[in-house]
């Protein structure tokens, strides 16, 4: 196979029935059959809770945990006591916002965020700046519905103190230069977070190489369970942040005079973790990986290319976002409300989403109440774009 090849994995997938053209996976993607069988083994087999149990089953369990969180590292090159488990993107935000923007801003300190964000990618921020008398920037976008680096760079000051950007958009797809939006943080002395939802399933992602403080993701997009996440941080950052939330695990001695806590990752991860999520996310790493992240885009910037040109080819559609997003194409079809173009759609076996997407600032600068879109993953071919265009060609017969 070529990178280019087209990938034929639809048959890993189970709760994809034939002739479902499932083009939702921004939102949530569907399981391949590894990861629901580590899921299985890992209730109906191993089952033991972790870093506590002095029996056989405990201690293997909790060698399985401690693999996963070096399993995450090297997938996303960073340390192994960089990676902190949470629920997923949205808690892992709010981790950072809690524990490093509360105690680190002031009055007068800003916070510059982009016009794309997801809501999960705003509002940990807002609560931030409520509590600390920081205030918020916002970047726009390029004509074609990128970050516009060069207005961050234009905004960017020494009262700035962090950046928080999406890597990749939830809603267009389009993809940042991490790199340079890093060095422009950098440049004036701001820590970045990245919000990584929709690149990790879709890109190659290291975090050492892009050089970013923080970064985030979920593990239900990647192919893994819900439920599950992670946070990975410069060590030095973690290390210097206050616990978010106490309870077990997360401390080094308590007394009722004094409790000092765990070194990081185990300070940010209080009370029994979800065990299985954890291993689930190994197995989901490992199924991805097998297929390699370079293959993964091509397969989907072929589906996003292919999907581009039918859907442009029809008068009454009109696409956001720039011609090489990642995996993800928002549209309107003129005259016709999204949800009832979701819903036509869904009558032909398409399910795409329709609505705001949590981005409902973007939306307001697109002009737009809301959009339709599909998204793709490594289950999707050249016939699911044909279902999707063939029920779009019924939406403009439907409504004239
Ligand atoms: N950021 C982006 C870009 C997303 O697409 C999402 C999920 N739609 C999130 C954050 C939040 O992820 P979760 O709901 O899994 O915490």
Redesign the pocket.
């Known amino acids: 196979l070529t990178a280019t090849a087209p990938l034929d994995l639809l048959a890993d997938f189970p709760a994809i029935p034939q002739g479902w053209a499932y083009l939702d996976t921004?939102?949530?993607s569907q399981k391949p059959q590894p990861v629901i069988d580590a899921i299985m083994r890992g209730y109906a087999r191993d089952y033991a809770t972790v870093h506590r149990g002095v029996y056989q089953r405990s201690a293997d369990m909790t060698l399985a945990y401690e693999a996963a969180r070096r399993r995450v590292a090297t997938f996303i090159g960073g340390r192994e006591d960089e990676v902190v488990f949470v629920?997923?993107?949205?808690?892992?935000?709010n981790l950072v916002a809690q524990s490093w923007a509360i105690p680190n801003l002031k009055p007068g300190d800003r916070i510059l965020l982009s016009q794309l964000?997801?809501h999960?990618?705003i509002v940990p921020w807002q609560m931030a700046a409520e509590r600390t008398g920081a205030a918020i920037d916002v970047v726009p976008l390029t004509d074609d519905h990128r970050i516009d680096l060069d207005a961050m760079a234009a905004m960017l000051t020494d009262r700035h103190k962090l950046v928080a950007l999406?890597h990749?958009?939830?809603v267009l797809g389009s993809v940042l230069d991490v790199k340079r939006a890093t060095e422009l943080a950098h440049g004036v002395g701001a820590k970045i977070l990245i919000?990584g939802?929709?690149a990790v399933p879709r890109l190659p992602v290291n975090v050492t190489d892009l050089g970013c403080d923080f970064y985030?993701f979920?593990g239900?997009?990647l192919y893994g369970p819900?439920g599950i996440?992670v946070l990975w941080g410069r060590h030095a950052l973690l290390d210097a942040m206050p616990p978010w939330q106490g309870g077990g695990s997360m401390i080094d001695r308590v007394t009722f005079e004094k409790t000092t806590y765990a070194p990081p990752p185990g300070r940010f991860e209080a009370g029994t973790p979800h065990i299985i999520g954890v291993t689930g996310l190994h197995a989901a790493i490992d199924y991805v990986d097998a297929i390699g992240l370079t293959r993964i885009h091509a397969h989907e910037t072929a589906l996003v290319a292919r999907a581009r040109y039918a859907l442009s080819a029809l008068n009454s559609v009109r696409l956001f976002g720039p011609a090489d997003s990642a995996g993800i194409v928002s549209f309107e079809v003129q005259g016709v409300h999204p949800h009832d173009v979701a819903t036509i759609l869904d009558e032909g076996d398409v399910a795409i989403r329709a609505g705001h997407?949590?981005a409902q600032p973007l939306m307001d600068s697109l002009g737009v109440a809301a959009t339709a879109r599909a998204s793709f993953g490594v289950y999707n071919g050249a016939s699911d774009i044909d279902a999707l265009v063939k029920g779009i060609e019924r939406v403009t017969r439907i409504f004239g």
């Open positions: 921004a939102a949530t629920r997923g993107a949205t808690e892992g935000i964000e997801h999960s990618n999406a990749v958009s939830n919000d939802c929709q985030v979920s239900h997009k819900t996440g997407h949590c």
